[in-house]
């Protein structure tokens, strides 16, 4: 059983705890929440398209700005359609790039910019435990509850096990 501070959760669990999350807010309304009611009527779960990338990059910019520390590049990344018919999300360290999947929906929704803005911020570690340890966790789970909603923050904590 992974404890509160386990950097070693598998990206499998990783992936799937996010999924679950993703399906709970898609469904919206109220759940219940270890015996208290969540409502996520509110909660701001868009998908973009393609033509709205400005409005990812404007985003992303924001919370960048707020979330980014001495040790981050003091610029946000720029976020851009893959090259590559398939694939998904990632992020580039080496060039400071977003890259979206050009024929994924899914892959343009907020919950995906913020998992890859969470690795912009927390120095986009090429190794799959470290890239979503402890630190990249706790990140995507604020951006989450700033930019979605806190209900949605408080779904990816439990979920990532926070």
């Known amino acids: 059983m992974p404890t509160k501070y386990d950097d070693k959760l598998s990206v499998q669990t990783i992936y799937a705890a996010e999924g679950v999350v993703r399906k709970i807010l898609a469904t919206g309304g109220t759940v219940d929440f270890h015996g208290s009611t969540l409502d996520l009527r509110d909660c701001r779960t868009t998908t973009f398209a393609p033509a709205q990338i400005h409005l990812m990059q404007g985003m992303a910019n924001g919370l960048y700005a707020r979330h980014r520390t001495p040790a981050t590049r003091e610029q946000p990344p720029t976020i851009r359609p893959s090259d590559r018919m398939m694939g998904r999300a990632e992020y580039r360290p080496g060039t400071h790039l977003i890259v979206l999947p050009r024929y994924d929906k899914w892959g343009w929704s907020a919950l995906v910019l913020l998992h890859e803005l969470a690795h912009s911020l927390c120095g986009g570690a090429h190794n799959q ?5 402890h630190e990249w966790r706790r990140t995507f789970a604020t951006l989450a ?3 979605i909603g806190p209900e949605a923050g408080l779904l990816l904590m439990d979920a990532l096990d926070l």
């Open 129 to 133: 435990r470290t890239a979503h340890g």
């Open 145 to 147: 509850s700033e930019a």
